[in-house]
């Protein structure tokens, strides 16, 4: 089936059409970051405004690159996806309510989606030689700005959560460490980019804490200490090694940018690796936009090889918040319409 689908759970205002799983036949993204650049970080109201201003002339786009020279691309869409949450709230109603006026305007089904399910599908997005392919039971990593989390998926559409960060998520982590070193906004891409210059031997020159949650943290049932993260302390030692030791070189900036990176790599692959040791996977499935970050995928490709596994990672273009994956995990059958989806709020905390 054809699904055009609405990504806003943030600051990315996407409109995408998507046929049978990982047909892409568009995606458009209108960035946000040039209007948050100022503040450091995503501002909710300054967000969900350009969501409404950009919206209608995003989802055009979509169609118009999707059905080139269609009289009536409409009718070529079976149905209407869009992200219900997680997210922020301000950000995903307007996309959620936009979905809801196009369902009632076409008479087409709606389906909510749940943004993190969409994240561990965007590895499957322009990838047809994956169909039929035998890869669950799957682990997920699902690692962006907002969510660090471990997910277990024995059948296809099926998720349950194993762990998670308790506090900040491996993103955020990383934009924070930027900010702090002046390095602009967001600061992920340039941390990689300075810790690629650092040999493999000084990734380790400053060793930072690995982020663990022990023992006896509250947790909810299910949940295991050992599948959930903890980045707030690693903020707070690079905070106190920066007063301590402040950078007086460039070399000095990307030792730190190296160091702190790896100890954001580490907690992610070895609690993955402690995940792989309770369960039997054929794959692990990684996606967010934390995802595309080159040493987190270098460690990645080496466990999956040492564990004999698939590793399915997306496309770059497919790793941060777009509007390919919502359609994508609909038009797949994955997410289906909900008899009372144009009565349902948006959930701004909705669980895997």
Avoid at 2 to 28: H, K, N
Avoid at 108 to 134: C, F, Q, T
Avoid at 291 to 308: F, I, M, T, V, W
Wanted: net charge negative; charged share 20%.
């Amino acid at each position: 089936m054809t699904v055009l689908g609405i990504e806003s759970s943030c600051d990315e205002t996407a409109v995408a059409v998507v046929r049978d799983g990982d047909e892409v036949l568009s995606s458009v993204v209108y960035s946000q970051v040039p209007l948050h650049q100022p503040y450091g970080g995503v501002v909710p109201e300054v967000a969900s405004r350009a969501h409404v201003q950009k919206i209608r002339a995003v989802a055009e786009e979509a169609l118009v690159q999707a059905f080139p020279n269609d009289p009536d691309p409409w009718a070529k869409v079976d149905a209407i996806a869009a992200t219900r949450g997680p997210g922020l709230a301000a950000a995903l109603l307007v996309g959620w309510t936009f979905a809801k006026g196009l369902a009632l305007a076409l008479g087409k089904p709606l389906i909510p989606v749940n943004h993190m399910h969409a994240h561990l599908w965007s590895v499957r997005l322009g990838k047809p030689e994956l169909r039929g392919a035998d890869l669950w039971p799957q682990l997920g990593l699902a690692v962006s700005g907002g969510h660090s989390a471990f997910v277990d998926s024995p059948a296809p559409g099926t998720f349950r959560l194993l762990g998670q960060t308790i506090d900040d998520a491996a993103g955020e982590a990383l934009d924070k460490a930027a900010k702090l070193l002046g390095l602009g906004y967001p600061g992920g891409p340039v941390v990689d980019r300075l810790a690629r210059t650092v040999p493999p031997e000084a990734r380790h020159a400053i060793r930072f804490p690995e982020g663990r949650v022990s023992a006896d943290h509250p947790l909810p049932p299910g949940w295991s200490p050992e599948l959930c993260v903890s980045f707030s302390g690693l903020k707070t030692a690079l905070l106190t090694y920066v007063r301590k030791h402040p950078p007086q070189t460039e070399t000095d900036v990307a030792t730190i940018c190296a160091s702190y990176q790896e100890a954001v790599v580490d907690a992610l692959v070895r609690r993955l690796s402690h995940a792989l040791n309770a369960g039997a996977y054929r794959s692990i499935a990684v996606g967010g936009g934390v995802s595309l970050n080159s040493r987190l995928r270098e460690a990645l490709a080496d466990l999956a090889d040492k564990r004999g596994l698939t590793l399915l990672l997306a496309q770059p273009k497919y790793c941060g918040d777009n509007a390919a994956m919502i359609a994508g995990i609909a038009s797949a059958g994955l997410a289906h319409p909900a008899p009372d989806a144009l009565s349902q709020d948006v959930d701004p905390s909705l669980p895997i």
